[in-house]
């Protein structure tokens, strides 16, 4: 089978992708994400008197903990398919690609299983993390001069 032929019967199953749409949910879903963000923020600062600094810390480890919870129940797929890049983009999407490769590997074990596959998926995003901010650290100091 020769490649156009290949992309004409794939053109037929594959189902069109509405850009726009997605684009709009994801920015309405992200943007909702940032407010429940910034309440657990405000709630922590005004009902428990938690400085900015470590607010800001502790809602980042909610968002986390609530995707890993909701990727254990195996529901975060199903809001994914729907919320699109509003939540696999965030922090939430690094917890479930962390959780999900935990999950599927737990019958290895903990060493072998959980812990030898805990970043598999999110290995990359470390890497490459931390190699820009190297880069861009670097110009920064050598440019700006720190």
């Not at 607010?55 to 994914?80: E, H, P, R, Y």
């Not at 490459?128 to 861009?136: E, I, K, M, N, R």
């Amino acid at each position: 089978m020769n490649k156009e032929r290949y992309k004409q019967i794939t053109d037929k199953i594959v189902p069109k992708e509405d850009k726009l749409k997605n684009g709009i949910t994801a920015f309405l879903v992200g943007g909702f994400m940032g407010l429940l963000g910034q309440i657990i923020v405000f709630v922590l600062e005004n009902e428990f008197n938690v400085p900015n600094k470590d607010a800001t810390s502790i809602m980042i480890v909610i968002l986390i903990f609530i995707a890993s919870l909701c990727t254990a129940l195996g529901f975060f797929d199903n809001l994914v398919s729907k919320a699109k890049a509003g939540l696999i983009v965030p922090i939430t999407g690094f917890a479930h690609a962390m959780t999900s490769s935990m999950i599927d590997y737990k019958k290895e074990g903990l060493v072998t299983g959980i812990g030898a596959n805990a970043f598999k998926l999110t290995g990359s995003v470390i890497l490459y993390g931390v190699v820009s901010a190297y880069v861009f650290g670097t110009i920064r100091y050598l440019f700006f001069g720190g």
